[in-house]
């Protein structure tokens, strides 16, 4: 599923080091329909709490956008391309200034039919350890919203095949499962925010970007600029648009 044309190991490379600690690669899937601000902040606030507090070495962090055929039939008329949301990931990753670790995985949209979560994530793992061959294997942690992990019952599948799942906290869901799995199981790492900032998010989310775009509001504060002049350059219909390519990109 993984090969060189879908995946870019050199961040990986570029961020080795000679150390005792772990090296471990993040991952996180999802519609990106389009990407927003949250999707790269929690990203980042991951790498910094297992490195703070678990002493992990983050080599690097994939962003994947997940299959056209899921996301056209989750949100058929608002469904973007898989090749313009990958588009808009690479300019999030570049104004977000978090090149030098961040980098979009293609290998998910690239595939021929949807594939689950945890098959990509485990292809992933290998593909990059079978790439290094470091004397230690290189450990992916899946990054995820407090939602997912919930409803998808606490992602059990990733947390018994040699991986491991973060969990971003997420406006309006309960904390008491994943709270009661991080005592049980050293493969989940909730990253913690303090309650007095909990209640002064806002539960930013691709729904609420296209909602604001359409209704020609300002958007800047859910998403990046980048993303918004190029989701301005596209229809968001089904089938009837193709990817605006910057000239510089082709």
């Given at each position: ?16 080091r ?33 490195e ?30 898989g ?44 593909f990059?350890?079978d ?15 407090l ?66 775009l359409?209704?020609?509001?300002s ?25 605006i390519?910057d000239?510089?990109?082709?």
């Amino acid at each position: 599923m993984h090969s060189d044309e879908t995946t870019n190991v050199n961040i990986l490379l570029s961020n080795l080091r000679a150390n005792n600690d772990e090296n471990i690669v993040l991952i996180k899937t999802g519609a990106l329909n389009p990407v927003h601000r949250s999707h790269i902040s929690n990203l980042v606030q991951t790498k910094q709490y297992l490195e703070d507090v678990y002493h992990f070495h983050v080599l690097g962090g994939y962003i994947s956008p997940t299959h056209d055929e899921y996301v056209y039939l989750k949100l058929r008329d608002d469904w973007i391309t898989g090749e313009c949301r990958i588009a808009m990931c690479e300019k999030a990753i570049e104004e977000a200034g978090q090149q030098s670790w961040l980098s979009v995985d293609k290998a998910e949209c690239m595939a021929k039919e949807f594939v689950d979560l945890s098959i990509v994530s485990s292809s992933l793992q290998k593909f990059i350890n079978d790439k290094l061959k470091l004397s230690t294997p290189i450990r992916v942690i899946y990054v995820c919203g407090l939602d997912l992990f919930n409803r998808c019952g606490g992602l059990r599948s990733l947390r018994y095949s040699k991986m491991g799942v973060a969990v971003v906290y997420r406006p309006g869901e309960q904390e008491t499962i994943v709270k009661q799995a991080v005592i049980k199981d050293s493969n989940i790492f909730y990253v913690p925010i303090k309650d007095e900032i909990k209640w002064t998010l806002e539960d930013v989310s691709s729904t609420l970007i296209r909602k604001t775009l359409k209704n020609n509001q300002s958007c800047e504060h859910l998403t990046y600029t980048s993303v918004i002049d190029y989701l301005r350059t596209i229809p968001i219909r089904p089938l009837k648009h193709k990817c605006i390519v910057d000239e510089k990109d082709e």
